[in-house]
């Protein structure tokens, strides 16, 4: 069974650049098939796509993050990461990772909040 | 952008059919996908291509799509059916992922 776990800085300040990594166990990331998602929650809010990566490297991006998205691989850690700039109090929500294929969103990480505030 | 719309809030009695609609223009072209969230908890898919139930789901959750309206329907509700459902699908290309608003089930 696939298991998706978050990790980094649960707090951030303004301006500054947010950094989250997913490790993938019990599954190869490399194994292709499945694109690999950041998903955010706001506080009482609902589900908000940010982004995913295939394997390969190939990236798409919700348009109305774009410009301060970056999503990236490390197969050799069997690992992706999220790095949004420019937060603000905006940006503090419930961050998951998840791992997407033709049968929908079935794994999930268990989610971390993060806070931007100074 | 691209949007699926939801009812905010569906409420019904326990043993009673619960229906929550999500409606987007793409819907007829791309597959739809619900998920089902309770508090403090990550998402959990129900189903998966508008209509198919993933292992472990009960049969009481079923999925169906007519033009640009998808329909989650939960048959005989129960108390632990309680909980925040989510559709999820893609803009006509494929490309972009989109999650509806959601809708909040109460059970009564």
């Known amino acids: 069974q696939v298991q998706l776990q978050e990790s980094g800085p649960g707090l951030v300040k303004p301006s500054q650049t947010l950094s989250l990594t997913c490790t993938v166990s019990?599954?190869?990331?490399?194994?292709?098939?499945?694109?690999w998602s950041w998903i955010r929650q706001h506080p009482g809010k609902g589900l908000e796509w940010i982004g995913y990566?295939?394997?390969?490297?190939?990236?798409y991006y919700n348009p109305s993050l774009k410009s301060r998205v970056t999503i990236s691989v490390d197969t050799s850690k069997n690992q992706f990461s999220l790095k949004l700039s420019s937060v603000t109090a905006a940006d503090t929500a419930v961050y998951y990772c998840?791992?997407?294929?033709?049968?929908?969103?079935?794994?999930w990480g268990q989610g971390t909040l993060v806070t931007v505030s100074s | 952008s691209y949007e699926l719309t939801q009812p905010p809030s569906v409420s019904v009695s326990p043993g009673q059919t619960a229906r929550i609609t999500c409606s987007a223009d793409?819907?007829?072209?791309?597959?739809a996908y619900w998920y089902q969230q309770k508090p403090g908890q990550a998402p959990v898919l129900v189903i998966y291509?508008?209509?198919e139930r993933p292992s472990g789901i009960p049969e009481r959750f079923s999925g169906s799509s007519s033009g640009t309206t998808v329909t989650l329907t939960i048959s005989g509700v129960q108390a632990e059916d309680e909980a925040d459902y989510y559709c999820?699908?893609?803009?006509?290309?494929?490309?972009?992922?989109?999650f509806g608003g959601g809708t909040k089930l109460t059970v009564l």
């Open positions: 998840a791992r997407l294929n033709s049968s929908g969103y079935l794994n």
């Open positions: 019990g599954g190869s990331i490399s194994s292709g098939g499945y694109y």
């Open positions: 990566i295939y394997y390969s490297g190939s990236t």
């Open positions: 793409a819907l007829p072209k791309q597959y």
């Open positions: 291509k508008d209509s």
């Open positions: 999820q699908s893609a803009d006509s290309s494929g490309t972009y992922q989109v």
